[in-house]
């Protein structure tokens, strides 16, 4: 199987096999979020990129991943913010580009939960939750054995609790979600003021990132580990409202496993203990039994979960 995970910047593709292993890595192909038909055009360039080098190893269908909302049936991208997209016929399109193979459209985190249910950390259990940290803040939930849709195709979207009432603004139409706290946009922007409310304090981060509108999440994990005050304090206070975020998603969807995965777990670790002691001490009990883990796949995750949702939906219709 093909499998491709399309981002805002960038699409990387790769050749899966049914095992979950990648066969061939097609490398990063950028593109400009230039709208539908120039990001299509990267797309199908960097399938082919990746089948070029591969003449015996055809797939029989293409998997896409894509942070949307997605119409799993038609392979419809409803709803793309961070591509400014509503209803695009993704999968059409890029089977027309890509000779007439057909292809399967899938939300980015649900097939990255599909990839550590099937071949990960979650193989073999059949009720987990995968929470991802990036950039924003996604899930997904395997229950009784099956990977949960929800009524729009958007069930998971833990990033959007409520974890303060009232509180910092977020992407979303809300106010003091999880993802408004410790999505990496908004560590960011709790830095940057906390360095202009102190810049004292912040003279470490400035210093790292070369001015304070370069800090990132990753600067103040960076600097926290040198032993500075301020990152320290910003990296407690994420895990607290990740510890508050995790116990009610435990509570909520009762999970044998809770998987941690995404850019902000492989930068700070230390979550995975820290929400794994929250969920003991906090939960009800049945669902403070949770165990909690690291995601295995790390970036593949993606688009090893699409290929497996092409396998899935080629193997269901042959
Ligand atoms: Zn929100």
Redesign the pocket.
């Known amino acids: 199987m093909l499998g491709i995970d399309l981002g805002a910047t960038k699409v990387v593709s790769a050749l899966v096999g049914s095992d979950g292993s990648i066969v061939r890595h097609g490398g990063r192909h950028v593109h400009s979020n230039n709208g539908p038909d120039e990001v299509i055009q990267a797309l199908v360039r960097s399938g082919e990129a990746c089948l070029e080098g591969s003449p015996t190893l055809r797939p029989v269908a293409v998997g896409v991943a894509v942070a949307a909302q997605v119409e799993p049936r038609t392979g419809m991208v409803l709803h793309a913010p961070n591509l400014g997209w509503r209803d695009v016929p993704l999968a059409q399109r890029v089977s027309e580009g890509l000779g007439g193979l057909p292809v399967v459209v899938i939300n980015d985190a649900r097939a990255a939960t599909l990839a550590e249910w099937r071949f990960g950390a979650g193989k073999g259990v059949s009720d987990l939750f995968c929470m991802f940290l990036g950039t924003g803040v996604g899930g997904s939930a395997v229950v009784g054995g099956r990977l949960l849709e929800g009524g729009t195709h958007a069930l998971g979207e833990v990033?959007?609790i409520t974890v303060s009432v009232g509180g910092r603004k977020?992407?979303?139409?809300?106010r003091g979600?999880?993802?408004?706290y410790v999505g990496g946009w908004a560590i960011a922007e709790r830095a940057q003021e906390a360095i202009r409310a102190d810049p004292e304090a912040g003279a470490a981060l400035v210093a790292r990132a070369g001015s304070a509108r370069d800090v990132t999440a990753q600067t103040v994990f960076q600097v926290c580990r040198t032993g500075d005050v301020l990152s320290a304090r910003l990296v407690r206070e994420t895990e607290r409202f990740l510890a508050d975020g995790a116990v009610s998603v435990a509570n909520a969807f009762n999970p044998s496993l809770l998987v941690l995965g995404g850019g902000l777990v492989t930068g700070m670790p230390e979550f995975v203990p820290v929400v794994e002691t929250a969920i003991r001490a906090r939960c009800q009990p049945p669902a403070a039994m949770a165990r909690v883990s690291f995601a295995s796949f790390g970036e593949n995750a993606p688009l090893v979960g699409a290929a497996e949702a092409a396998r899935r939906s080629h193997w269901t219709k042959a």
């Open positions: 990033g959007h977020c992407h979303c139409p809300n979600c999880l993802e408004a």
